[in-house]
């Protein structure tokens, strides 16, 4: 165990619900730390670019558009072992499975509108924290 960041966005479905203080509560809960956050409108660019990994899927097109639908709020997370304490606070991809005490079982619409994204490796945290932040605007 380490202490690492994570890179995190509330996603539009939650924006829209005025979640982002309880979202923000049940991170803090976790012992994770919000270092740095900002909210913006994802341009269709951005969004493609940062789901690029899922250009073939089936459901990309539309994951794309609800994710510049609305406001985000991205954030980078720093606690003892960040990447999976953010993603068992998160739980599972679909609410339907997500454990009970997690964002998404509380919170999530259905697998696309699931309300927070998570890096899921310390690679790719530092790479996504990087697209949304500059070294000057993480305080840790
Ligand atoms: P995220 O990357 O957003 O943290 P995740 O790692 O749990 O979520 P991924 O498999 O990386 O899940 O999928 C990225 C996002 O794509 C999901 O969070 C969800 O919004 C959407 N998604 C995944 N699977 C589906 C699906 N079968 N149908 C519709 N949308 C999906
Ligand atoms: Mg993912």
């Known amino acids: ?7 995190s966005i509330i996603k539009p479905d939650a924006t829209r619900r005025n979640l982002t203080g309880q979202i923000n509560a049940m991170l803090e809960d976790a012992g994770l730390r919000i270092v740095a956050q900002k909210r913006i409108r994802m341009t269709t660019g951005q969004a493609e670019e940062f789901y690029g990994v899922h250009r073939e899927r089936p459901f990309f097109n539309d994951l794309v558009a609800f994710m510049t639908s609305g406001p985000v709020v991205v954030q980078v997370l720093e606690g003892e072992d ?7 606070v998160m739980g599972a991809t679909n609410p339907a499975e997500a454990d009970e005490g ?7 619409e259905s697998i696309e509108a699931n309300s927070v994204h998570g890096s899921d490796s310390r690679e790719n945290a530092a790479i996504e ?3 949304f932040f500059s070294g000057t605007e993480i305080v840790g």
């Open 1 to 7: 165990m380490a202490e690492e960041r994570t890179f």
């Open 82 to 88: 960040a990447v999976a304490a953010n993603r068992k």
């Open 102 to 108: 997690t964002i998404r079982k509380r919170f999530a």
């Open 129 to 131: 924290i990087a697209y």
